[in-house]
């Protein structure tokens, strides 16, 4: 949304500057429902200060006016934080920081180095993936404990310290970041490319058992699927059909704004719940085979050519599956906090505004 001023203001610098500091709150504002109505409250309330002194002055403000005035109100970070309050341990100043920081350490550095460099020294250290997974697991909850308690601490200390004491004198208006085009929502055309696909795949799941060659190419010369693929058909095409069900009502009902989020939700649940069968299926060994996603066909068992051509699939296949469920663990996690952090914003909406000026 647009915070400009609805009038043609002859000195479009100032407002610009107000767009900006309006940006910056932002940032430091968790992304829930009601974060562009405080916005848009804090902006009209800056507009109505900025036209009364002008109003008193009889002339459009300068840039070096209007930043007095932004200062005043107070540093963006400082500001995000009395619009969202309710803190303790970490006073208002420090939150918004403390939960950046909080959130950049736990889910952009610990979840990628245990999924892609702790993850895979577990499973090639351990006997079997069920333990690589847990010792995966266990580690990056324990890394989770260990990381939040040493942030919160440090935080917490310069929270006592005052170490935050000053900010609002020592920020400038003037070099806040340049305006960002606004994010567009979701078009019509990516809910059709987005319904398309859903059909492709579920149409493509349903050829797959009369032509293999759509998933193994030429290599349905010699391979065939094997009986943990054969077990696992039926779930796969009504885990496609509920996906396409899924696009296919947000396209049908755009105005469901909870729908999407607690469809995928779902969605991603069951898909776990599918992908560690597998994951059990595939260490139990059905006859001589272990985790046989294929097999040779019958015209190829006698090809010395073709023996380890199994194992190379079926440990490739297994590989992709694992990294599939830790994923969507990840995704499971994250999109049931914010389902939460949806509903908890529904309801706060009757709840009184916080004072957006400085105390």
Request: hydrophobic share 55%; charged share 15%; with cysteine.
């Amino acid at each position: 949304m647009s915070f400009a001023s609805s009038r043609n203001s002859p000195n479009r610098a100032p407002q610009e500057l107000v767009d900006r500091y309006l940006q910056a709150v932002r940032f430091w504002l968790p992304r829930e429902d009601y974060q562009d109505s405080l916005l848009a409250e804090l902006g009209e309330d800056l507009r109505s200060q900025i036209e009364q002194r002008e109003a008193e002055l009889g002339r459009a403000l300068s840039e070096d006016e209007v930043s007095d005035i932004l200062k005043r109100c107070g540093a963006p970070m400082v500001v995000a934080s009395r619009l969202d309050p309710g803190r303790s341990l970490i006073g208002p100043a420090l939150f918004p920081i403390y939960r950046f920081v909080l959130r950049m350490v736990l889910f952009w550095i610990l979840v990628p180095v245990f999924l892609f460099i702790v993850g895979p020294a577990n499973w090639a250290s351990a006997s079997s993936w069920p333990d690589a997974a847990v010792a995966t697991l266990g580690g990056l909850l324990y890394g989770w404990f260990i990381a939040a308690g040493i942030i919160t601490l440090i935080f917490a200390v310069l929270e006592r310290m005052h170490a935050h004491a000053g900010l609002a004198d020592k920020w400038d208006p003037r070099k806040l970041p340049p305006l960002r085009q606004p994010e567009r929502k979701a078009s019509l055309a990516n809910s059709v490319c987005e319904m398309a696909f859903a059909y492709f795949g579920v149409i493509w799941l349903l050829l797959l058992p009369h032509y293999p060659w759509l998933i193994l190419g030429p290599a349905a010369a010699f391979l065939k699927a094997a009986h943990a693929v054969h077990v696992s058909y039926a779930p796969l095409v009504a885990l496609a059909v509920l996906a396409l069900l899924r696009s296919t009502t947000i396209f049908v009902r755009p105005q469901w704004r909870i729908f999407p989020l607690s469809s995928l939700l779902i969605h991603e649940v069951l898909t776990f719940i599918f992908l560690t069968v597998v994951l059990n299926a595939a260490g139990t060994p059905h006859g001589s085979d272990w985790h046989p996603f294929v097999v040779l066909a019958e015209s190829a068992r006698t090809s010395i050519q073709y023996a380890n051509v199994p194992v190379i699939v079926n440990l490739t296949i297994l590989i992709s599956v694992l990294i599939g469920w830790f994923s969507l663990g990840i995704a499971v996690i994250v999109h049931a906090w914010q389902l939460i952090q949806f509903a908890r914003a529904k309801k706060s909406r009757s709840l009184p505004a916080a004072s957006l000026h400085a105390r």
